[in-house]
């Protein structure tokens, strides 16, 4: 008669015998499990092969869940639950042990030297705890408790948890002894029964949160552009990509640290630099030091912490049980003023961008930066830069201006910046104002241009000028116009676009503007009781009288003039 599986009989005596699984074959320390049953009768064989099998089982279920728990990235940091958890494990099992002890029978002999080894112990765990210096004891106890089945948790052996968890077990030591003491005076205290398995994580993992996240910031009028919620995903992904996406509560200031110093080494564009694009972020950041690459700037870094600390706000309102954002507090301290990180243009670099091919004549609007005879006085190459010189806005929001953006009320003419309209953005919600025309911009005949393009039926006063693929106005434009900083041999590090709104604030500091009303014009956010309580917009009229006074020392502008278009 065949034997059933897992049988077989070595003379007369019957043996298990089974192979390992294929999936942990090559980790498992044995070939086969095999051993005797100890019996000779085949029906007695059968209900040992039966318990024998569990066991087995039982066993490889155990290696499998090992092997997961070293595939598992260690934590860098426990989370307060779950170093109470841990305490809570460890004093269930001292009062179990104790519990065993005391079902087996203690005789006096044995009932007095226990309890004299429960105050030597005492003695020893309280000091341990009041010092706050855990000995090798309770470290090496942490250890073992986090690697039993009904916790699981695999921790960086640097973490800065591991004194939490010793003076967790410390805790639960001493707490045990009060119990133990309160069972040799006979009073009952009963053994807290735990759940045998590693309990869930609590707490949506970070991945199914950013979809969420960036549909809602995308969702709202005036929300995040395609570029801007691009942007955050990915740094964002990129942070989980790292640490390991988690439960939300599973994260911790190590995590947010190790992300931090990552990004320190870590060059800008580092994805299109060929011996690093294949990399992941780490590895990037390691290579790019053994190679002396310059890391992106303190500026960048920051800017990237924010991102993922705008993800842990946003998590934090929205869901329970979050903790405080890992990512407060980290910002790299950046030494010298916000007003060094771009400067103004020069009086000579103004000078050289409005005497330029585009102003004196170009070969043609694709070809503006070559000379030739066109004046593309009806396009935005033109116009931008003169609106920038006399705003102070910011390139987006001048190329995405409507021809019905440009009003006239009470005899003034001005531009309202906006986002009430179809694709129609702000940097925040001061940006929103009206900006009278200056009496230079009338002169050179913007508002003749204005007029033109509404008869020609234009709702953007600008539409040779579109997004880019990312979604925004201004990105195509800038690149175009460092090309023309570059052509004209003015570009430096420190210039751009954007120092058109620096220009403009030292023309209005030099003008003698006051700074509420510069602050107006430019759509910053105004500060104290008048920015949480007023819309932020000054009367027209008063706006008007202080924009008149605005003047530029020593740019001469008049070639412009006299060409009114």
């Given at each position: 008669?065949p034997l059933p ?9 019957y043996?298990f015998r ?12 044995k070939?086969?499990?095999t ?6 009768d ?6 040992k092969?039966?318990?024998a099998?569990?066991?087995v089982?039982d066993?490889?279920?155990?290696h ?8 598992e ?6 989370s307060?639950?779950q ?6 494990v460890?004093?269930?099992h001292?009062?179990?042990?104790d519990?065993?002890?005391?079902l087996?029978?203690l005789?006096d ?15 020893v ?13 309770p ?8 690697t039993?089945?009904?916790?699981g948790?695999?921790?960086?052996p640097?973490?800065?948890s ?9 805790s639960a ?11 040799n005076e ?18 949506p993992?970070a991945?199914?949160l950013i ?6 910031k ?5 929300g995040?552009?395609p570029a ?6 990915l ?6 990509e790292m ?19 990552v990004?320190l ?11 690093l ?13 053994e ?5 992106m700037?303190?500026k ?20 329970d049980?979050?903790?405080t954002?890992?990512?407060?507090g ?6 010298g003023k916000?007003?060094d990180e771009r400067?103004p243009f ?8 409005f005497?330029s091919?585009i102003y004196?004549?170009?070969r ?21 830069p003169l ?8 390139s987006?929001?001048?190329i995405?201006?409507?021809?019905e953006?440009?009003?006239v009320e009470?005899g003034i003419a001005y ?5 009430e309209?179809e694709?129609l ?6 940006s929103?104002r009206?900006?009278p025309?200056?009496e ?7 508002l003749?241009?204005?007029?033109r393009q509404?008869k ?7 539409p040779e000028?579109?997004?880019a ?10 690149t175009?116009f ?7 041999r003015?570009k ?5 676009f954007h ?13 003698r503007?006051p ?6 014009l430019?759509?910053?956010?105004q ?19 202080e ?8 740019l ?5 003039i006299s060409?009114?278009t």
């Amino acid at each position: 008669m065949p034997l059933p599986p897992r049988l077989i009989k070595r003379g007369n005596v019957y043996w298990f015998r089974c192979s390992i699984p294929r999936d942990i074959k090559s980790s498992y320390p044995k070939t086969e499990e095999t051993f005797s049953l100890e019996t000779r009768d085949y029906q007695d064989a059968l209900k040992k092969l039966r318990k024998a099998s569990a066991e087995v089982d039982d066993r490889f279920d155990q290696h499998r869940q090992l092997l997961s728990r070293q595939l598992e990235p260690a934590l860098a940091e426990l989370s307060g639950a779950q170093i109470k958890h841990v305490e809570e494990v460890y004093f269930a099992h001292l009062l179990d042990e104790d519990e065993e002890l005391r079902l087996a029978g203690l005789d006096d002999q044995d009932f007095d030297a226990y309890g004299e080894l429960l105050e030597d112990m005492d003695a020893v765990n309280r000091y341990e705890l009041a010092r706050g210096a855990p000995s090798t004891f309770p470290l090496s106890e942490a250890a073992e408790v986090l690697t039993w089945d009904n916790v699981g948790l695999k921790l960086d052996p640097a973490s800065p948890s591991w004194p939490k968890v010793a003076r967790a077990i410390l805790s639960a030591s001493v707490r045990a002894t009060a119990a133990k003491r309160q069972r040799n005076e006979g009073n009952p205290v009963e053994t807290p029964v735990l759940s045998q398995t590693k309990p869930k994580a609590s707490g949506p993992l970070a991945s199914t949160l950013i979809d969420e996240w960036a549909a809602e910031k995308s969702r709202a009028k005036g929300g995040w552009t395609p570029a801007t919620a691009k942007a955050n995903r990915l740094w964002a992904e990129r942070f989980i990509e790292m640490a390991g996406d988690r439960p939300m509560n599973n994260y911790g200031k190590a995590d947010a640290r190790e992300f931090k110093a990552v990004l320190l080494s870590l060059p800008p564009n580092w994805t299109k630099i060929k011996v690093l694009e294949k990399l992941s972020m780490k590895e990037a950041a390691k290579r790019a030091t053994e190679l002396s690459r310059e890391p992106m700037s303190g500026k960048n870094v920051n800017k990237v912490l924010g991102f993922v600390r705008a993800f842990w706000n946003w998590a934090e309102a929205n869901y329970d049980d979050i903790p405080t954002n890992p990512f407060d507090g980290l910002n790299v301290k950046i030494s010298g003023k916000a007003s060094d990180e771009r400067h103004p243009f020069t009086l000579a670099e103004l000078s050289t961008i409005f005497r330029s091919p585009i102003y004196t004549g170009c070969r043609s609007g694709r070809y503006h930066n070559s000379p030739g005879d066109l004046i593309p006085s009806d396009q935005g190459i033109y116009w931008v830069p003169l609106v920038g010189l006399f705003t102070g806005c910011r390139s987006g929001e001048i190329i995405q201006l409507r021809t019905e953006d440009v009003k006239v009320e009470g005899g003034i003419a001005y531009i309202e910046v906006t986002d009430e309209g179809e694709d129609l953005n702000v940097k925040t919600g001061g940006s929103r104002r009206r900006i009278p025309v200056h009496e230079e911009l009338k002169d050179m005949g913007f508002l003749t241009f204005v007029e033109r393009q509404r008869k020609q039926k234009h709702k953007r006063l600008f539409p040779e000028l579109p997004k880019a693929a990312d979604g925004t106005y201004s990105t195509g434009y800038s690149t175009k116009f460092g090309n023309s900083l570059k052509k004209l041999r003015i570009k430096h590090g420190k210039n751009s676009f954007h120092s058109f709104r620096h220009s403009f604030e030292d023309a209005c500091r030099n003008s003698r503007i006051p700074l509420d009303f510069m602050n107006a014009l430019q759509g910053h956010t105004q500060k104290g009781m008048a920015g949480r309580y007023g819309n932020g917009l000054y009367g027209l009229q008063l706006l008007n009288e202080e924009m008149a006074k605005l003047h530029y020392d020593g740019l001469d502008l008049s070639h412009l003039i006299s060409r009114k278009t």
